[in-house]
């Protein structure tokens, strides 16, 4: 019966002794397991091997053969007790808040100057400007401030994600473009005015730049396009390792916490090409307007006169897009380095835009509201509605006036000497007169 089987178990539990799987198996005389020593085995590359054991009795712990040790035997470190545990990061949400309030008040500049732009439109110092045209800089403003938001946005699921990336594309380089576009069409329209051969009343109209705009947008707008669309372009959001939270143990379980994020960076050659082409593209733009801004750096008007603006913004641009295109690449995994630097480069850029363009309009009608003075300029450099053909007409009469007065000059300093020469014969004549009427009186 059940009661003669336990103390047939009981009994013979006593004198049980083997070496099982965890080690050797021994019981006391009330059938308690005694912990002794237990086998540790591992299997390297399909192989069980023996590292040696663990004395539980006397309290040993883990006692590995031979002259191995827990950092050769683990040299990646002890493996966890449980499944690693994967998460997905997103921005702290200090940084967050801190862009948000950042590109809000950039947003709030360009309504104010798109304001200033209307209500003064037929104001001289604005209206010589092209108001028009203006609104399309403030366009390309705005949408690199709401690039910031949509960077800093805590997308979560892939769709999202990709959705996101190419969003950004399109509002930061596209706004970007668009309002550089705009520069180089009126530095284009003041150098025609200024350097044409000769004086012509077809003075291109706002309706040529905004051609001039939309097409260097447009081939823009194309490259954009093939990366939106082209499977092998568009951006392929995938995990990478979060380098700034890395991989962790958890307290008291040692269970790892491997940190993960999003890129939008694809590992595809070809994407890398559609990098380059995008990037040679607008540095092109670039060359195009450090030209334009050297051919119209001696205009009088000031408020004609973009080049030293121009070339500030190409410097700032420069920098800008030195900055995106090595921290986009270059600290990949930083999350939010990365970002909170591409976002603060965009707010760098969008911000020069609007203090380089309506500042010191803003200023010149504060110190002359009916535009009186815009048209008086310095002695250096062309003023505005003159040609090239008047200006050397101008040179060469003055040169002409010069040749002139030092002709005159000639002729006087000749007159001087023959009427200094005329009277040094008078003069020897009188002598010998009166030395002929003195030998007379002797005589």
């Not at 990366?227 to 379980?253: A, D, F, R, W």
């Not at 001087?416 to 020897?428: A, F, G, P, V």
Request: with cysteine.
């Amino acid at each position: 019966d059940n009661a003669r089987l336990g103390c047939v178990f009981k009994n013979n539990l006593a004198s049980t002794n083997f070496i099982g799987a965890s080690g050797n198996v021994t019981f006391d005389s009330k059938g308690t397991l005694v912990l002794s020593l237990a086998q540790v085995l591992q299997y390297q590359q399909g192989q069980k091997v023996y590292l040696g054991y663990s004395d539980y009795k006397n309290d040993l712990g883990f006692i590995a053969i031979g002259n191995q040790t827990i950092q050769t035997i683990y040299p990646g470190g002890v493996p966890s007790d449980g499944t690693p545990r994967n998460m997905t990061s997103t921005f702290l949400s200090g940084i967050v808040y801190a862009y948000y309030t950042v590109a809000s008040i950039g947003v709030l500049l360009t309504i104010g100057f798109g304001a200033f732009n209307f209500y003064f439109r037929e104001r001289k110092i604005v209206k010589i400007t092209s108001p028009a045209l203006n609104y399309f800089i403030l366009v390309g403003v705005l949408m690199m401030y709401i690039f910031i938001f949509i960077n800093m946005m805590q997308a979560t699921t892939v769709q999202t994600i990709r959705t996101t990336c190419i969003l950004k594309q399109w509002f930061s380089i596209g706004g970007y473009v668009l309002a550089f576009a705009t520069i180089l069409a009126k530095m284009w329209r003041i150098n025609y005015i200024v350097h044409q051969p000769a004086p012509s009343k077809l003075t291109p109209k706002d309706w040529h730049l905004i051609i001039i705009i939309m097409v260097i947008t447009g081939i823009a707008a194309l490259v954009l396009l093939l990366g939106s669309i082209v499977p092998k372009l568009t951006p392929s959001p995938h995990l990478i390792m979060n380098k700034e939270m890395g991989t962790y143990q958890e307290q008291g379980n040692g269970i790892q916490v491997h940190h993960y994020i999003y890129t939008c960076n694809s590992d595809s050659s070809p994407s890398y090409y559609w990098f380059i082409l995008l990037e040679t593209y607008l540095g092109v733009l670039q060359i195009v307007g450090i030209v334009m801004a050297f051919q119209s750096r001696k205009i009088k008007v000031a408020i004609l006169n973009d080049s030293v603006y121009v070339g500030a913004l190409i410097y700032i641009s420069s920098i800008a897009t030195a900055a995106i295109v090595l921290t986009n690449y270059g600290l990949d995994g930083y999350l939010n380095v990365k970002e909170c630097l591409i976002s603060g480069a965009y707010f760098v850029l969008a911000t020069a835009f609007l203090g380089l363009v309506f500042i010191p309009k803003a200023i010149s009608l504060y110190r002359d509201p009916m535009g009186e003075n815009i048209f008086k300029s310095t002695d250096d450099g062309i003023a505005a509605g003159e040609n090239a053909t008047s200006t050397k007409m101008k040179e060469k009469k003055h040169l002409q006036m010069r040749e002139d007065s030092k002709h005159q000059q000639q002729q006087q300093q000749q007159q001087q000497q023959h009427s200094t020469t005329t009277t040094t014969t008078t003069s020897s004549s009188s002598s010998s007169s009166t030395s002929s009427s003195t030998s007379s009186s002797s005589s």
